[in-house]
């Protein structure tokens, strides 16, 4: 009996498939072309001039950091001198997440209009941040032509039902989901690099540190091990 003694009926109480289905799509008025012509063309313009200012406008915070860290917190009292260093750490990471993009801007060919002045920007930041440049703009490069393919997509590929680890159903929680991504902010990053955590299915393990593995072609190897030499 349902509310106020009156009977539900039974095609009631099953879902309705309708409103299982996807959202109603349609195709935009618009297309990829056309909003890339409405961008003014200076836009596409890479200055070489620009982009190393951003690096040296991060060099020198970063500089300006470190010299008050390395000098100035020893001088706080013991419990604000253990407090400061982590802060410092948030505070110098933030900035250096910054370098590390203008070297990912290198992998895209967005820094100058020389392929061979950006490689070598990008090989020299991303290795100062132990990040194997090389390695991962090919990795990189081939997420951004397959994104959203569950086949073919380099990174942050979903698991299949089938596929989950044992000990994923005691992580579908509120707690589960702040472990998960507590170890995925502190964690996620260089198992990605070694052991291609969260990456797409090989035939056999794969390391972006590895220049023989299955991520790379023959004609990428050489690249692979400059990147390591690098590091």
Same mark, same amino acid.
């Given at each position: 009996?349902?509310?106020?003694? =009156? ?5 009631? &109480? ?6 299982? /289905? ?7 008025? *618009?297309?990829? $072309? ?12 890479? $200055? ?44 110098? %990471? ?12 290198? /992998? +895209?060919?967005? *820094? $100058?209009? +020389? ?14 941040? #132990? ?5 991962? &703009?090919?990795?990189?490069? =081939? +997420? +951004? ?10 990174? *942050?590929?979903? &698991?299949?039902?089938? /596929?989950?680890?044992?000990? !994923? ?17 502190? #964690? %996620? ?9 969260? /990456? ?12 023989? %593995? ?14 390591? !030499?690098?590091?």
């Amino acid at each position: 009996m349902g509310a106020g003694g =009156r009977s539900i009926p039974p095609s009631a &109480k099953k879902e309705n498939p309708v409103a299982l /289905g996807r959202s109603p799509y349609a195709k935009p008025p *618009f297309t990829l $072309s056309q909003i890339k012509k409405s961008i003014p063309p200076h836009c596409f313009q890479r $200055s070489v001039l620009r982009s190393f200012s951003y690096v040296v406008y991060d060099l020198t915070i970063a500089t300006f950091l470190y010299y008050v860290a390395t000098n100035y917190i020893q001088l706080l009292p013991e419990p604000l001198h253990y407090l400061a260093w982590p802060i410092y750490g948030y505070i110098q %990471g933030c900035v250096l997440t910054g370098v590390w993009v203008i070297a990912h801007e290198c /992998g +895209h060919h967005a *820094f $100058s209009d +020389h392929q061979w002045l950006d490689d070598t920007v990008g090989l020299i930041l991303h290795s100062c941040l #132990l990040v194997p440049y090389f390695s991962w &703009k090919y990795s990189h490069r =081939r +997420h +951004h032509s397959n994104t959203g393919s569950m086949e073919r997509d380099e990174v *942050f590929v979903p &698991k299949k039902k089938e /596929g989950l680890q044992w000990f !994923a159903k005691y992580l579908n929680n509120p707690p589960g989901r702040v472990l998960t991504l507590l170890v995925t902010l502190t #964690l %996620g990053w260089p198992l990605y690099l070694l052991c291609n955590v969260s /990456g797409r299915e090989y035939d056999r393990f794969a390391c972006h540190y590895d220049p023989h %593995g299955p991520i790379y072609s023959d004609r990428e190897r050489l690249q692979i091990y400059i990147s390591d !030499a690098g590091i």
